[in-house]
């Protein structure tokens, strides 16, 4: 049964990226064809599942540092956004149950409240998928997202911690030793090469931690992010998270194959399910409001809010407390699980087409902004520079390196990394933060882009593509290079108004053997 699922879900995750939409919509929809068959997900399914999960979790707290849940704009928009969701939303579904409205007729002021709170979640499972697809994770928009949505997981565990009763045991205290192995389990990493060893360790860790997390009566999933945390800013921290890309991908297939099967609803509890997906742009668009007061910029603030317009697993995780404790009908936990797979299937397109949108209406986005920006959402200075290389990874540092070498000052670095950034600044190299995919970047974020004459695109493919677009939009003859990893790629590079693309697998070979032969002065061909 276990090989029905596996094989449902990459038929579907394949239909649907044939039709541009990701594959996680695929799975969902897999799910519920399962369900309308007759399946019911196996052990096996729910424990990949869990699994996945763990190791998301983990991979997000190896990207965040502590202080960036501290800043005002993460922790204060999280904060409000809920509270401001569960009152206003709550008394909605109030004012439906007394007006008797079909399951609506059963809840009570507080079981309203409860379940506006379980509705006041978004999907970190959704948005980090999306947001890795779109490569836009250290973005700063992806970043914020993140770190909202992390915000709200703390507040979903300490409620369900109060809430179930369940006293962690006093061995939690002993937690506090996890900070004491923050330098012998780095030195473990370090020890432990690029190979085999690494990708068993980037499984173990997130394990380990959740395991540990659960034996002292906490829930795993915060040990496993917690134990990320504790590896964030380490040399090594990008190689751990590839060594388990792999893995978290294949197991979070179960997680969104179990969504759609959590039950087979019958037709009115679709339409409630329905009813409740129509309160998202509501929510988005209070993301959007608190986030422009944040001093944020339209553009950050719209891909943000877009990122958390859904509905959450974690709304699945209250709603069954609520069952569980009497407080909600084991109905709505069904009408959840729709309203949660609906409301992905449904954010899916939208968040693709986001840049789009800002794009056509920036003019009434921008409306909402502030007269003052935060740092980082400001115009950028790029000085005298003709060249610039976006991208600062080991490509791009290595191409910055060797044009500087040339042109000195004229070369300038661009990065949507801010970690990233300072450690460049530290090495004296001119370096600057931005986002090249950003519509504003090259129209009025930078000043004077018209000098521009090189352009080298270091980043991912999708990065690379988007960034090839917005500088078609640049009022100057710029050559623009990019790089490349498959041969499918360099025809959408060059489609998109690439004039040089650069396969890195394909040359670096040719490259090896002339930087030998020129060392060993050898004329290639002679």
Known sequence: MDTVFIVTAFVFGFLVKQIGLPPLVGFLAGGFVLNALGYTASETLYQLSNVGIILLLFSIGLKVQVKKLLQPQVWGTASLHMGITVVVLGAVLYALSLLGYSYFSQLSLSSSLLFAFALSFSSTVFAVKMLEEKAEMTANHGRLAIGILIMQDLFAVLFITISSGKVPSPLALGLVALFFLKKPLGIILDKSGHGELLVLLACILPIAGASVFEYVGLKPDLGALLLGMLFAGHPKTD????????????????????????????????????LLVLFIPLKVILFYLLLTRYRLRARTSLLTSLTLANYSEFGLIVGALGVSQGWLGSEWLVIIAVAVSISMIVASPVGNMATTMYARWNGFFKKFETTKRMAGEGIIDIGSATIAVLGMGRIGVGAYEHLE??????????????????????????????????????????????????????????????????LQAVPADIVIAATARYEDEVEQLKDAGVDHVFNIFGEAGAGFADHVCTVQGVALGG
Not at 408 to 416: D, H, K, N
Not at 429 to 438: L, N, P, S, T, Y
Not at 444 to 457: A, H, I, S, Y
């Open 405 to 470: 070498q040339q042109y000195g000052r004229q070369v300038v670095g661009l990065e949507f990394d801010e970690e990233r950034v300072a450690k460049h600044l530290e090495a004296g190299r001119q370096v600057i933060f931005g986002d090249a995919g950003d519509y504003d970047f090259w129209q009025r974020g930078v000043t004077k882009p018209e000098q521009m004459q090189l352009v080298l695109l270091t980043m991912s493919h999708v990065a690379n593509l988007k960034a090839a677009k917005r």
């Open 239 to 274: 190689e751990l998270a590839k060594a388990m890309f792999g893995f978290k991908d294949l197991f979070l297939v179960g997680f969104f194959l179990t969504i759609g099967m959590a039950d087979l609803p019958n037709m009115q509890m679709v339409k409630v399910a329905c």
